[in-house]
């Protein structure tokens, strides 16, 4: 197969991490300089919203403290600064704090903490440091208690777990951003004699490695979008090898989970149990003939997760693309399941999301951190749940009286313009477009419906509102209708908040994942325009008043919903998206492209290129485009969808498009930062406010 296509806007492509050319840095200013020229009428409104945004959230909060051995553990946030401040105390609550990790005491425009955890003495703080946004991380050892940091490993991956505490575990990424080797540092050595522990050569998998809630054991996961294998060290033996846990096989994947004498396997059985099933197995004897089932397979329910206690598991569930908790209590003695009946946390909102991982810390940019859970010996499950309409609660079950506790709900300190009577939260339904319907693998149940979350201020006027629909449908990735205080700047503006709960999302369970990806991604595209002609038919709202918006994959989805349907909305919100397919998936140098075959297709195979040829959204871009708005976002240090991307499409757009159309084009890159935008919250709260200022202001044109 050989296939030769024209890009006149290739020149923009630069793959080296540390210096792009100067025409093309000369050219994304000039990007930029055009940016601010358009956006100058909306430089109030964007202050004004910035200072909404302020003036919903708790800048001094304190999180709620999760107790480890003899230290309590939490983050704080203070007015003024960018960044939580890592602290603890030391048997009791009423201890004077030690701070162990305050990223605004350093010095730089972007910092975020990829990876960190106490040492088993809990006297050093490891933690990975990514201080450009290219998610390559210097990771520190820090003696918390003298404040020294002892040591520096350079250019490493974002994950790590001590053995002991002489003994750290961490990844290291290759030339394409896979972390693809697991290293093993002594203290008090020096990088350059770390040993290499294990190296993955296949370019589709991943590495992460992790400790086990009992910390009795590192897992080490290595995983692609199909397949997974794990291996395990004891920790008793820190500088002893990793066992496979069960040999890796094509489509097979699997977690594994410590508990007492006994390991816990989720598995899908290589596709058979697509929506996985619970198994356990003994210590000694790990490989799959081995797995005894817990649980009977249900094919309507997706296991997302399960977390184990010396006394009971709780195992996250998905049923009718809604989120929900079983609690199963164990008998100590063998871990046989005391009853088949569970006790479930049934949530009374029509629209939530509640999960058994506490949230150590969440600020404006949602949901950061998954870390903190309550000890193993614990008899209590702690549990997040949010909604739309309310704000994050953390709660304690007790597993043995069954009784919950509220141990905290993040304030919104304007809340006495947020009177929750005022505002309405529906969860409607599309059709899927009959000629779209897709089996799943092994008759998986499908739903022929499109879930679509809503949330809006009531009104004495009926008809059609202005709109801000979203979507994403990627990876088996759901979007969670969470508590966000910012859309209330546009809730009370007049605007409804949609989430387009798509295909190739993760909401419906693993075959809602499966019918929207390879061959089938173009279903993840109709599913969003069939929910946007579904809000409109039933008046919600009307193309003249439709903000849609996605971000990275999610780009990749409003690129070709733009392509597909360019009058659909009147404006359009496109975050570092993936446009650019063809060229990308074609060049397996550009960082993780050889593990995205397994998302979209091996595009050295005719059948999928072709296909993935007809959707992306820089190759079909149409002559003489009538656009929306378009707002479009990048940063140069992205490693996940390069700056090129959407620079290249805005730059196909703006010569393609109707030059009599009035609509805005603008690209806005960010010099200093990658995928995820800003580290720091107040900097993420005013590019979010521009966002914000762009589409309210010129929705209205």
């Excluded at 933690?127 to 250019?155: F, M, P, Q, R």
């Excluded at 009531?458 to 979007?479: D, I």
């Excluded at 995928?675 to 202001?697: I, N, P, Q, T």
Aim: net charge negative; with cysteine.
């Amino acid at each position: 197969m050989r296939r030769e296509f024209y890009d006149p806007y290739h020149w923009l492509k630069d793959q080296d991490p540390s210096k792009k050319r100067d025409e093309i840095l000369e050219y994304l200013v000039k990007e930029n300089e055009y940016t601010d020229q358009v956006m100058n009428p909306t430089k109030q409104l964007s202050e004004n919203i910035y200072n909404e945004f302020l003036s919903r959230i708790q800048e001094t909060d304190k999180e709620v403290p999760i107790k480890n051995d003899n230290y309590y553990y939490y983050q704080r946030t203070e007015k003024g600064k960018e960044y939580s401040i890592l602290c603890r105390k030391h048997f009791s609550l009423d201890a004077p704090e030690q701070i162990l990790l305050d990223l605004n005491e350093m010095e730089g425009e972007y910092l975020s903490l990829d990876a960190d955890e106490i040492s088993p003495c809990h006297t050093l703080l490891a933690y990975a440091l990514d201080s450009t946004g290219d998610e390559i991380c210097d990771i520190y050892i820090k003696n918390v208690e003298t404040g020294v940091v002892l040591e520096k490993i350079e250019k490493a991956g974002g994950s790590l777990s001590w053995a002991d505490s002489k003994t750290l575990y961490y990844t290291v990424l290759d030339d394409a951003h896979r972390p693809y080797q697991l290293r093993r540092h002594i203290l008090g050595t020096t990088q350059d004699l770390d040993t290499i522990v294990y190296e993955e050569t296949d370019e589709k998998f991943l590495l992460l490695v992790y400790q086990s809630k009992t910390k009795k054991y590192l897992f080490l996961e290595i995983s692609s979008s199909l397949t997974s294998e794990v291996r395990y060290l004891d920790v008793n033996e820190p500088l002893g090898e990793f066992e496979i846990f069960n040999p890796r096989q094509l489509r097979h994947q699997y977690s594994v989970v410590h508990q007492g004498n006994r390991f816990l396997v989720l598995t899908n059985g290589g596709g058979k149990y697509l929506n996985y099933r619970l198994c356990a197995t003994p210590l000694d004897a790990t490989t799959e003939e081995n797995w005894k089932e817990l649980l009977p397979y249900d094919p309507l329910k997706f296991i997302s997760g399960v977390e184990a206690y010396k006394t009971f598991l709780v195992l996250s569930e998905r049923v009718g693309g809604q989120t929900g908790m079983r609690v199963l209590d164990v008998n100590e003695m063998d871990g046989s399941l005391k009853s088949s009946v569970a006790y479930t946390i049934t949530p009374k909102e029509q629209v939530y999301y509640i999960t058994p991982k506490y949230l150590l810390h969440a600020d404006a940019r949602n949901i950061i951190s998954q870390k903190g859970h309550q000890p193993y010996e614990s008899t209590t499950l702690r549990y997040l749940y949010t909604s739309f309409l309310t704000p994050r609660q953390l709660w304690d079950f007790d597993t043995v009286t069954n009784t919950h506790t509220l141990l905290k709900e993040n304030p919104v300190p304007k809340l006495a313009e947020y009177e929750r009577s005022q505002y309405v939260m529906e969860r409607i339904f599309a059709e899927i477009p009959t000629e779209t319907l897709t089996n799943a693998p092994f008759d998986t149940p499908v739903s022929d419906k499109i879930p679509i979350s809503l949330v809006y201020k009531k009104s004495e006027s009926a008809g059609e509102r202005k709109m801000l629909l979203n979507g994403y449908g990627s990876y088996g990735m759901p979007c969670e209708p969470i508590f966000d205080s910012n859309i209330f700047s546009i809730l009370n503006r007049g605007y409804i908040y949609a989430v387009a709960h798509i295909r190739g999302g993760g909401e419906n369970g693993r075959s809602w994942y499966e019918t929207g990806k390879f061959l089938h991604k173009k279903n993840t595209f109709t599913d969003f325009i069939a929910c946007a002609d579904k809000l409109i038919n039933l008046n919600y709202t009307n193309s003249s008043k439709l903000v849609i918006q996605g971000a990275s994959a999610g780009g990749l989805l409003m690129g070709a919903v733009l392509n597909m349907r360019p009058d659909i909305c009147n404006c359009a919100i496109v975050g570092v998206p993936f446009v650019d397919v063809i060229n990308t998936m074609m060049d397996a140098s550009i960082p993780l492209t050889v593990g995205e075959y397994e998302e979209w297709g091996d595009p050295n195979d005719e059948k999928y290129f072709d296909y993935m040829l007809s959707y992306s959204p820089y190759n079909n871009i149409q002559c003489g485009v009538k656009l929306p708005h378009i707002f479009v976002k990048a940063g140069l240090y992205d490693p996940r969808v390069a700056y090129w991307e959407p620079a290249k499409w805005v730059a196909k757009l703006r010569a393609n498009m109707d030059q009599s159309n009035e609509k805005k084009l603008v690209l806005r890159t960010k010099m200093e930062s990658g995928h995820f935008g800003a580290s720091g919250r107040y900097v993420h709260l005013k590019e979010l406010a521009d966002e914000y200022a762009f589409f309210l202001h010129f929705n209205d044109f």
